[in-house]
């Protein structure tokens, strides 16, 4: 899987994988195996864009029809569900240990204050350590399967925080930053 992403679930689930004790299977046909181990064809088809029926056939081997677009998306299932309790340990332990989570990104932002919202057309290229409570949030809403919206309400607050408003006099806390446009995002801890 490609280092680089413009979804804060992929960017999470990449810099995941560095913390993983052992290798996924690499083969679509593994893959596929382990995944319908966990839940049934029905319920992954519609994740992966295909019949419950094309899942059992590969999964059984018979890969003849397996896209390179299905492979990819099977790929990027295998990174979202893989060593869910290794992951949840190396979060816990980031933050007991006060870890940083640095975020790299490129994005343009819009501001929320009192009087009015406000969208910066300049394309940022960030890197930034979250401050612990918004990590916290970040892993935490990872970990309940929220959407790539939440997790970039949450990601936007800890910018905000950590970058835009850090600066600004109490009396001016309520400004808020959201992200309009993701073009890169990585994460290292």
Same mark, same amino acid.
């Given at each position: 899987?490609?280092?680089?992403?413009?979804?804060?679930?992929?960017?999470?689930?990449?810099?995941?994988?560095?913390? /993983?004790?052992?290798?996924?299977?690499?083969?679509?046909?593994?893959?596929?195996?382990?995944?319908?181990?966990?839940? =049934?064809?029905?319920?992954? &088809?519609?994740?992966?864009?295909?019949?419950?029926?094309?899942?059992?056939? /590969?999964?059984? $081997?018979? =890969?003849?029809? @397996?896209?390179?677009?299905?492979?990819?998306?099977i790929e990027r299932e295998i990174y979202r569900t893989w060593q869910p309790e290794v992951r949840r340990r190396?979060?816990?332990?980031?933050?007991?240990?006060?870890?940083?989570? #640095?975020?790299?990104?490129?994005?343009?932002?819009?501001? =929320? =204050?009192?009087?009015? !919202?406000?969208?910066?057309?300049? @394309?940022?290229? @960030?890197? !930034? !350590?979250?401050?612990?409570?918004? &990590?916290?949030?970040?892993?935490?809403?990872?970990? *309940?399967?929220? $959407? *790539?919206?939440?997790?970039?309400?949450? @990601?936007?607050? $800890?910018? $905000?925080?950590?970058?835009?408003?850090?600066?600004?006099?109490?009396?001016?806390?309520?400004?808020?930053?959201? #992200?309009?446009?993701?073009?890169?995002?990585?994460?290292?801890?």
């Amino acid at each position: 899987m490609s280092l680089a992403s413009t979804s804060v679930v992929q960017a999470l689930d990449i810099a995941d994988a560095r913390h /993983w004790t052992r290798k996924p299977p690499t083969r679509p046909e593994a893959r596929l195996r382990h995944l319908l181990r966990a839940q =049934t064809a029905t319920t992954l &088809a519609p994740r992966l864009f295909c019949s419950p029926q094309a899942l059992t056939r /590969w999964a059984r $081997g018979d =890969t003849a029809d @397996l896209s390179a677009a299905n492979a990819a998306l099977i790929e990027r299932e295998i990174y979202r569900t893989w060593q869910p309790e290794v992951r949840r340990r190396a979060h816990r332990q980031i933050l007991q240990h006060d870890g940083c989570v #640095i975020v790299q990104l490129q994005a343009r932002f819009a501001f =929320t =204050t009192t009087s009015g !919202e406000f969208h910066d057309p300049r @394309l940022r290229r @960030l890197t !930034e !350590e979250l401050p612990a409570a918004h &990590a916290s949030l970040l892993f935490h809403a990872r970990h *309940e399967d929220a $959407g *790539e919206d939440d997790l970039r309400r949450v @990601l936007a607050d $800890g910018i $905000g925080e950590a970058y835009f408003f850090r600066a600004l006099p109490p009396h001016q806390q309520q400004a808020a930053a959201t #992200i309009t446009d993701l073009h890169h995002i990585q994460f290292h801890y």
